[in-house]
T-cell receptor, first 115, second 115 residues
Framework: DTGVSQDPRHKITKRGQNVTFRCDPISEHNRLYWYRQTLGQGPEFLTYFQNEAQLEKSRLLSDRFSAERPKGSFSTLEIQRTEQGDSAMYLC?????????????FGPGTRLTVT | AQSVTQLGSHVSVSEGALVLLRCNYSSSVPPYLFWYVQYPNQGLQLLLKYTSAATLVKGINGFEAEFKKSETSFHLTKPSAHMSDAAEYFCAVSPSLFGNEKLTFGTGTRLTIIP
């Protein structure tokens, strides 16, 4: 297995545009997480899924953000009407939840710059 | 609610010297604690985790951490620093034994190794 992958790795967009990021988890992992990391800060939890169900969403998450995992495999994170404050690294992680469990494995991230 | 505080955003040590990175936690439930490392342009990698089985936890790359309930601490140490240890280190807390619910991260400590 090649680990968690994210696409694109870098995205530059103009304020007001919509952007979509993709995350492919480790194949046998049923949980998938999104975090946001700004410069000088630790990752901040956004949301997570078990299979296709979104189990938790941060109260800090603007309604301009939406995440999906339609078939319980890959996930997309969309940001509508981007603002300069959305500039950050968006991290995806996956894990297995079940007998034995497992920790979260992180992808390399997508760096978003809003100009 | 759970939180972690990392004291010292930047730590510099000489090669071969002791590494000590500090983390204090706050939790209303028994915490499960983690240390992650992030190398430039890479995702986070798990160093070690405390799951209540033992208070002294050994991780990868020679790192270890000790859980001290009386001090609400989970400091990370390594007896002898190596140049390859230069990275950013994050302490995190989870309500889940396996860390497969949301992680709450500290703000990170950037470790610099002086040759």
């Amino acid at each position: 297995d090649t680990g968690v992958s994210q696409d694109p790795r870098h995205k530059i967009t103009k304020r007001g545009q919509n952007v979509t990021f993709r995350c492919d988890p480790i194949s046998e992992h049923n949980r998938l997480y999104w975090y946001r990391q700004t410069l000088g800060q630790g990752p901040e939890f956004l949301t997570y899924f078990q299979n296709e169900a979104q189990l938790e969403k941060s109260r800090l998450l603007s309604d301009r953000f939406s995440a999906e995992r339609p078939k319980g495999s890959f996930s997309t994170l969309e940001i509508q009407r981007t603002e300069q404050g959305d500039s950050a690294m968006y991290l995806c992680a996956s894990s297995f939840s079940g007998t034995g469990g497992d920790e979260q494995y992180f992808g390399p991230g997508t760096r978003l710059t809003v100009t | 609610a759970q939180s972690v505080t990392q004291l010292g955003s930047h730590v510099s040590v000489s090669e071969g010297a002791l590494v000590l990175l500090r983390c204090n936690y706050s939790s209303s439930v028994p915490p499960y604690l983690f240390w992650y490392v992030q190398y430039p342009n890479q995702g986070l990698q798990l160093l070690l985790k405390y799951t209540s089985a033992a208070t002294l936890v050994k991780g990868i790359n020679g790192f270890e951490a000790e859980f001290k309930k009386s001090e609400t601490s989970f400091h990370l140490t390594k007896p002898s620093a190596h140049m390859s240890d230069a990275a950013e280190y994050f302490c995190a807390v989870s309500p889940s034994l396996f860390g497969n619910e949301k992680l709450t991260f500290g703000t990170g400590t950037r470790l610099t190794i002086i040759p």
